[in-house]
């Protein structure tokens, strides 16, 4: 979890172990696209663990010298340690996705298994035309503004749905889709301006927030013959994809790292599994403990480390915070339950090993 390794925005620790690592160390051929913001050195990706990577935001900054944004049309991106500022109207999201299908068509063809982790530039705003878009670079001006045009989201969403399409496509025509495990999910919620609709209730954008809109996201696995088709609702967080990824592939995770996820795996292939009971989540965008949002949850009931208790499925936006003096036993034992998570990662947050002092990758 955060508490235990989060330095702050745009660093990573060095001495991390990444799946990067562990893939290649098994042998796998490892690629990484989209967006880094881990770190300024060049090499910073190579030292995470990935043979080979077509990135934005390695050690340039997120605009140009005009504050133009550098992610989307004409992007400024870095393929393996080489700065590229592309001039002639390509656009960022399909020349990185490009190179992942191309990773995946060497690696077939060497016949060596591969591992492309592709953290998507989209839909990140600034919302703007893509390529699909009637006004794509005759409405470039979104890019000098940070939110820019959120009436472009739509398109960004379906782009973004075009180009995992490309990877599925991809997949299938060399072959190998089913012997491939696919995971798509959201890192946090939608950004404020956009309100999408969820079973017929709206919800509006939370990113950085730390209620259902901004940490509840889209988690869809396939692997065709062996993922079963299926809505599951058990809980999952983001601890929980290194040691389900590796129990796919049956790799062992080394014994020297002492990990706080729990494989989901059973459930993806239709078993029971052994579900969360809770999940945990610490969130300092500064890395400072005082600015930390600190919860604890189940399925309905949230605990953060202020007290407040939360029934979300009723109180979405928890405005209504439950007083632990009117709770009846059974959410006593719920608070008390949650309250001991919190407790146990408190104090698992070291500010005496130097974190703000951990060399930046």
Same mark, same amino acid.
């Given at each position: 979890?955060?508490?235990? @390794? ?17 893939? %290649? ?13 881990? #770190? ?6 190579? %030292?995470?663990?990935?043979?080979? /990577?077509?990135?934005?935001? *390695?050690?340039?900054?997120? !605009? ?5 944004? &550098?992610?989307?049309? @004409?992007?400024?991106? =870095? ?7 592309? =001039?002639?109207? =390509?656009?960022?999201?399909?020349? *990185? ?19 492309? $982790?592709?953290?998507?530039?989209? !839909? /990140?705003?600034?919302?703007?035309? &893509? ?7 005759? +409405? ?35 072959? *190998?889709?089913? @012997? ?19 079973? #017929? ?25 062996? *993922? ?11 601890? +929980?994809?290194?040691? !389900?990824?590796?129990?796919?592939? #049956? ?31 610490? $969130?300092? %965008? ?24 939360? @029934? ?17 036993? =059974? ?24 974190? /703000? ?5």
């Amino acid at each position: 979890y955060n508490v235990r @390794n989060y330095l702050r925005f745009g660093q990573l620790d060095r001495e991390q172990t990444t799946f990067g690592h562990i893939f %290649r160390d098994a042998g796998y051929a490892t690629c990484i696209v989209g967006k880094w913001q881990l #770190g300024r050195d060049s090499m910073s990706p190579a %030292r995470a663990g990935f043979d080979e /990577h077509f990135l934005w935001q *390695v050690t340039q900054g997120r !605009t140009d010298s005009t504050g133009r944004d &550098t992610r989307f049309s @004409n992007p400024v991106l =870095e393929k393996n340690g080489e700065l590229i500022k592309f =001039e002639n109207n =390509e656009y960022g999201p399909d020349l *990185v996705s490009d190179f992942g299908l191309e990773f995946i068509q060497k690696s077939v063809n060497s016949q060596k298994p591969f591992f492309l $982790y592709y953290p998507m530039i989209l !839909t /990140h705003c600034p919302f703007s035309a &893509t390529p699909d878009s009637p006004y794509y670079f005759t +409405d470039d001006s979104t890019l000098m503004r940070y939110k820019g045009e959120p009436h472009y989201f739509t398109d960004m969403v379906a782009y973004m749905d075009k180009i995992i399409g490309k990877i599925q496509h991809k997949l299938q025509q060399l072959d *190998v889709d089913d @012997n491939t495990l696919l995971i798509f999910t959201g890192d946090n919620g939608t950004d404020k301006p956009i309100v999408s609709l969820l079973n #017929g209730r709206k919800v509006a954008g939370a990113k950085g927030a730390s209620v259902d809109g901004g940490t509840r996201v889209p988690l869809i696995v396939s692997w065709p013959g062996r *993922v079963k088709n299926q809505v599951n609702s058990d809980l999952v967080d983001f601890t +929980d994809f290194l040691p !389900t990824i590796c129990d796919a592939a #049956g790799i062992s995770i080394p014994d020297s790292l002492d990990i706080d996820g729990k494989s989901f795996w059973p459930q993806l292939q239709g078993q029971a599994g052994s579900p969360r009971e809770w999940i945990y989540n610490w $969130y300092s %965008r500064s890395g400072k403990v005082n600015d930390a949002r600190i919860f604890a949850r189940n399925q309905d009931y949230k605990l953060y480390a202020t007290g407040e208790f939360y @029934n979300v499925p009723n109180d979405y936006l928890e405005e209504r915070s439950l007083d632990y003096g009117s709770l009846s036993q =059974e959410k006593t034992v719920i608070y008390d339950r949650l309250k001991s998570v919190i407790d146990h990662y408190a104090g698992r947050r070291a500010e005496d090993i130097n974190f /703000h002092d951990k060399q930046e990758n």
